[in-house]
């Protein structure tokens, strides 16, 4: 009491006001104090409640325990690592109760990655819906090591926030067969909760390995992906996308992998089924009403085989560019050598008919029999080139009635070396008088080449030329966005990994570059290079022909078909263009950019018919700006069928009732060679002809030949309309290219049998074209139909075709098809080119038109 009196005076005295603070301040210390004490106090009770387990775990022992809220059970468990060897260990789990309100969470703990997973497991579906999968398997990551051998520890924690008890099974495993081994298949079971993956290392002196995954079963549908050893690995439906390679697959799928890609020199082949079949084209068989609703997916287990192969080595690349060089590089040296020994003959023609024509003068004697020299003339020239004989009556009239004088060879030489600039083809062709003219002329029962060969050359040569020009113009504008385009899907096909974006056949695609099918690309080689070569060959004939021109030749001038190359120049240059965007197409091939495959097929085809026509019809056919606008609107319509016209019943009305109406047109056009009018009048006129020649009298047609070429080509569009309106085939490009090749096979068989029906004859040459050219493209269909791929499915089922390679172990089906169907092409533009050689002597008023 003493010293407490002593101090509080003591301090009284000193601190004064401070007194008024000082003790509040002790009071909330020691409330602080106690409620500290407090909380601890209740801390301590709640551990007591939530009891943790922790327990030693062993490999292969399942496990058969109770979890609730109140307890956490730990597994702890070690295994030995070597770097040269790799083990796998897979975590299963079954829940054994059900109508679980609460799902027990697992959580593996490794050194340098932690694996969490829900049981039950619930994965989402289209439409959100909810599939639930109460047994599970995982495979852990292996992080590498960087020791020969180490002890590592993983553990696995097992909790709910259900309170009620929930009876679970748990077996940790090792996977004997983790490592894949070269060209050795190995079997497995994966399921949407129990997906697979496994690891490769790339043995010494392979850069590059195909992984193949097959199966006997379609569905359920799977997703096989190439994944960099890295944790964690995505093994699940709704994350397997996220990293590396990945392809959806039914029965097959195939993935070339590079080591350049895999900085370890290794990496793991992840396989997952799909919660759904959808994205493989099967049904959808489930749709709940409620969105909450779990669905029971049934068993959607699926036994695959894997195995990895060693891909081609460097010198297969170069073997197979060789190969493709070798081939095309025949033809040009097959062309020389037929030059070589055409220039032979006709040099030693010339010098016969030099000694036959000098040998009466030298002599003095009289002409040779025509027996003598019988045998040289028939197999130089027709028997119409021995003798020029004068032109017939019924020509000189039909020339006057056309308005122009005969000029002489003089005359027509001169008129030659004007400038072109200032001949225009309406200068001879708009006159009101020059129309009755045309009206009579071509109106005729019976038409030679003399009466639709009347316009100037000049005119008709710039005509030409213009066709050529213009398809080059065409090509720049429309191949400069479509390599562009190309290469974008490349770069997203290489940066995303989905190889579902490319149609490729996967077993059989080298990659070379940032390219992953190099062989399709390679094998387009022959339509450029052939179509070159049929360039500088329409070259040869052109030069030689102005020679013969500006030398006055008789026969350039007034025998045999007209020269125009306006035509086999854009021909060739089409078929260059095919090659070139069939090359792009191949780059990553599918439906939005099949146009770039067919667009320039229609070309070609509508120029082959042009250039048939344009042989016996010189004057009155298409000019270059017609055509191309008309395959404009073909390719217009080819683009809105592969965008609307799958499964579009008004689409397929609508281009229907136009292919009929343009079948009829065009028919009309032909039969009246142009000598008729679309205006008002037209039914009336219909209705008179009709009333006239099928009621009043019954007469046959005036062109009979015309007529039945006319009846068999409607005939056949009007049944490919038909089909395609019945049918609905959902490749559409495709439909339309037939419709094309038909038109163009029916005319050119026309061709041939009026040609053989006229007298004319076909030159050996020819004859051995036609011959080859339709043995080629016998076998070029037959490659074609195999269907290595298809984009009218889904990539899955489009995987199902693809097949090994066949040629070179480089080159597939579809190669092969690209190297024939060049050639065959190229032997058929020889067709078009040499067919009528033998009419060369033959002066035009005695060619028929047909």
Known sequence: MLFSSLWKSRYKTHFGAADCWWRPGLVVLLCWSCVTQLTCGNLTLEESKHLVIQR????????????????????????????????????????????????????????QAVLSFQVPLILRGLYQRKYPYNHLGRTLCQPPTKAASETQYFFVDVSTLSSQGTNYQLRVSRVESFTLQTDKTFSFTASPSQPQYFKYVFPEGVDTVIVKVSSDMNFPCSVMSIQDIQCPVYDLDNNVAFIGMYQTMTKKGAITVQRKDFPSNSFYVVVVVKTEDEACGGPLRFYPLRPDELIDAGNRSKILDVVVSPAIESEVYVMGMLFC??????????????????????????????????????????????????????????????TESAPSIDSATSADNYGYIERSLENVGRSRQESLSS???????????????????????????SDLSRKDKRVLSKKYQIYFWNIATIAVFYALPVIQLVITYQTVVNVTGNQDICYYNFMCAHPLGALSAFNNILSNLGYVMLGLLF????????????????????????????????????????????????????????YTNFQFDTSFMYMIAGLCMLKLYQKRHPDIN???????????????????????????????????????????LLSTQLYYMGRWRLDSGILRRMVYIVYTDCIRQCSGPMYIDRMVLLVMGNIVNWSLAAYGLIERPNDFA?????????????????????????????????????????????????????????????????????????????????????????????????????????????????????
């Not at 109140?70 to 109760?97: C, M, P, W």
């Not at 097959?334 to 016969?352: D, E, M, P, W, Y």
């Not at 035509?567 to 069939?582: C, I, K, R, V």
């Open 56 to 111: 030693d775990g062993e490999f292969d022992m399942t496990y058969n325990d109770t979890v609730t809220s109140e307890n956490q059970t730990i597994y702890a468990f070690n295994h030995t690592v070597s770097r040269n060897k790799t083990e796998g260990v897979r975590v299963s789990v079954d829940v054994l109760s059900q109508n679980l309100k609460s799902p027990i969470l697992f959580v593996v703990r490794q050194k």
């Open 325 to 386: 060089l070798g081939i095309f590089l025949s033809f040009y040296l097959l062309t020389l050598l037929v030059a070589c020994v055409q220039n032979k003959r006709a040099k030693r023609r010339a010098l016969f008919h030099n000694i036959a024509d000098t040998s009466p003068a030298e002599t003095g004697k009289t002409s040779a029999s025509p027996n003598e020299y019988g045998s040289l003339a028939d197999s130089t020239v027709s028997s119409e080139a021995v």
């Open 423 to 449: 001949i225009e083809e309406d200068d001879y062709d708009t006159l009101d008088d020059i129309n009755s003219d045309k009206n009579i002329v071509r109106t005729k029962k019976y038409l030679c080449v």
């Open 535 to 590: 360039l500088l060959i329409v070259l040869k004939r052109d030069i030689v022909h102005n020679r013969a021109l500006s030398c006055n030749d008789v026969n350039a001038l007034e025998c045999g078909i007209p020269k125009h190359f306006g035509l086999f120049y854009a021909m060739g240059t089409a078929l260059m263009m095919e090659g070139l965007l069939s090359a792009c197409y191949h780059v990553c091939p599918n």
């Open 622 to 664: 298409a000019s270059a700006y017609t055509a191309y606008a008309c395959l404009a609107g073909v390719i217009f319509f080819s683009v809105l069928g592969v965008v609307f016209g799958r499964g579009n019943t008004v689409f397929w009305i609508v281009f229907s009732v136009i292919h009929i109406l343009a079948t009829l």
């Open 734 to 850: 495709s439909y339309l290219l037939a419709i094309a090749i038909c038109n163009l096979l029916l005319y050119f068989a026309f061709y041939i049998i009026m040609k053989l029906r006229s007298g004319e004859r076909i030159r050996c040459l020819a004859l051995v074209c036609i011959l080859f050219t339709a043995v080629v493209w016998g076998f070029a269909l037959y490659f074609f139909f195999q269907g290595l791929s298809t984009w009218q499915k889904t990539p899955a089922e489009s995987r199902e075709h693809n097949r090994d390679c066949i040629l070179l172990s480089f080159f597939d089906d579809h190669d092969i098809w690209h190297f024939l169907s060049s050639i065959a092409m190229f032997g058929s533009f020889l067709v078009l080119l040499t067919m009528d050689d033998d009419l060369d002597a033959v002066q035009r008023d005695k060619i028929y038109v047909f």
